[in-house]
């Protein structure tokens, strides 16, 4: 059984970077496109950024675009979010998910997620 798991979260400052990463662990063979999504208090969960399976489809929610590079390392089973130029309005639990189809920022059609990781930008 494949489970996510997801480090790299952390209070920065304004115009700070963090580098999440998302470890897949057991059998990855169902694992197709990796997406992360974000979720604030009080918010809707957010699809950020997704990947495919071999890396050469990504997309990104225009908020992010400029400022956030995903990437992925089938070697290691690990997908990553860089995220330069963090801004308050980035606050939220960050998660990875795991997709057989492809590359959507529709939240339904991932079905494996990981636990989450905070991410807090402030002064």
């Known amino acids: 059984q494949v489970q996510l798991q997801e480090s790299g979260g952390g209070l920065v400052q304004p115009g700070g970077s963090l580098r999440l990463s998302c470890a897949a662990s057991?059998?990855?063979?169902?694992?197709?496109?990796m997406g992360w999504f974000r979720q604030a208090p009080g918010k809707e969960r957010e699809g950020v950024s997704c990947?495919?399976?071999?890396?050469?489809?990504?997309d990104y929610t225009d908020s992010v675009k400029g400022r956030f590079t995903i990437s992925r390392d089938n070697a290691k089973n690990t997908v990553y979010l860089q995220m330069n130029s963090l801004k308050p309005e980035d606050t939220a639990v960050y998660y990875c998910?795991?997709?057989?189809?492809?590359?959507?920022?529709?939240?339904?059609?991932?079905?494996?997620w990981g636990q989450g990781t905070q991410v807090a930008v402030a002064a």
């Open positions: 057991g059998s990855i063979f169902s694992i197709n496109t």
């Open positions: 990947i495919s399976t071999n890396g050469g489809t990504t």
């Open positions: 998910a795991a997709d057989q189809m492809g590359c959507t920022s529709w939240a339904p059609e991932y079905d494996l």
